[in-house]
Nanobody
Framework: QVQLVESGGGLVQPGGSLRLSCAASGFTFSSYAMSWYRQAPGKERELVAAITGAGGIRNYVDSLKGRFTISRDNAKNTVYLQMNSLKPEDTAVYYC?????????WGKGTLVTVSS
């Protein structure tokens, strides 16, 4: 079955960086777009970034362009989110998402806390 497992979250100071990883299994990874979402306390889940199966097209929420970078390694069935210049408002649970054959799959999320 499809599984998505996020890792790499933690506590970081403002201005710091983190790289999140999402290990995928149970489907032909390179054939599907992957996305990162986040949900801050008391807020709705929002799309952060998405990348096509071959990695040629990447889209970002406008407010995050220039600070966040999505990438993937199809040999490792893993998608990444590099987050730089982190701000307290980036504090959230970050989720990996894949839509496989019309079904929506989510990981359990990884918590990112940006605080001094």
């Amino acid at each position: 079955q499809v599984q998505l497992v996020e890792s790499g979250g933690g506590l970081v100071q403002p201005g710091g960086s983190l790289r999140l990883s999402c290990a995928a299994s149970g489907f032909t990874f390179s054939s599907y777009a992957m996305s990162w979402y986040r949900q801050a306390p008391g807020k709705e889940r929002e799309l952060v970034a998405a990348i096509t199966g071959a990695g040629g097209i990447r889209n970002y929420v406008d407010s995050l362009k220039g600070r966040f970078t999505i990438s993937r390694d199809n040999a490792k069935n893993t998608v990444y989110l590099q987050m730089n210049s982190l701000k307290p408002e980036d504090t959230a649970v970050y989720y990996c998402n894949a839509v496989v054959k019309g079904m929506d799959y989510w990981g359990k999320g990884t918590l990112v806390t940006v605080s001094s």
